[in-house]
């Protein structure tokens, strides 16, 4: 990080990425987003923060945090719904057949969520601030655990008070993972 402390892009998309790819990562994070129409993206930076700030996000910064990226987002459900209708639409053996369709519709998906997450980049170095040269908490595991909860319970609290109890078990798996994510690979 550098002096001023503000959040790279780049190595938040690196840790979507490689973090999503962990065992149960991408069914639990799937789950919170079919079932409680928790946003991916958000989850991941939400889990993302915690491991760099080192702090608890406010409902207010949430709340902030969801109306900067509701355009895009709104964006990536329109698409992400096209492709869902398109292919519920063609056959099995079609569907085999347009791999090529397929992975680029995978991939225009991918490239508009790798455009929300340029905005939640941008309101967090806009409203999020980092203290100075901010290492992630790896050797803090119970630390982390307790911020990476609270940031994802604000954000759920935030969305659906009525069901954070049922979402518990998705964090949890996330929140594990997190603890013994590889950050010292991931940097190198």
């Known amino acids: 990080m550098t002096e001023s402390a503000i959040f790279d892009r780049q190595q938040f998309w690196q840790f979507s990425f490689e973090f999503y790819q962990q065992d149960n990562i991408e069914e639990a994070c799937l789950k919170l987003q079919d079932d409680f129409d928790l946003n991916i993206n958000v989850i991941l930076f939400l889990l993302w923060y915690s491991t760099h700030a ?28 096209f492709r869902k209708t398109f ?12 791999h090529d369709v397929r992975q680029a519709l995978l991939d225009t998906e991918l490239t508009l969520e790798s455009k929300v997450q340029h905005v939640i980049i941008e309101y967090a170095n806009e409203h999020l601030i980092l203290p100075g040269n901010v290492e992630p908490i790896v050797e803090h595991p119970i630390e982390l655990d307790f ?7 604000i954000y759920c609290r935030y969305l659906h008070p009525e069901t954070c109890r049922e979402i518990f078990q998705a964090q949890q798996d996330l929140i594990n993972t997190l603890i013994h994510f590889p950050f010292k690979e991931l940097a190198a």
Do not use: C, P, W, Y
Request: aromatic letters at 2%; hydrophobic letters at 45%; zero cysteines.
């Open 54 to 81: 080192q702090k608890v996000i406010s409902t207010k910064q949430v709340e902030g945090l969801l109306d900067a990226i509701s355009v895009a987002d709104e964006r990536v459900q329109e698409f992400r719904q």
């Open 87 to 98: 292919l519920a639409k063609v056959s099995h053996q079609e569907v085999a057949d347009m």
């Open 147 to 153: 911020v990476a909860h609270e940031n994802l319970d």
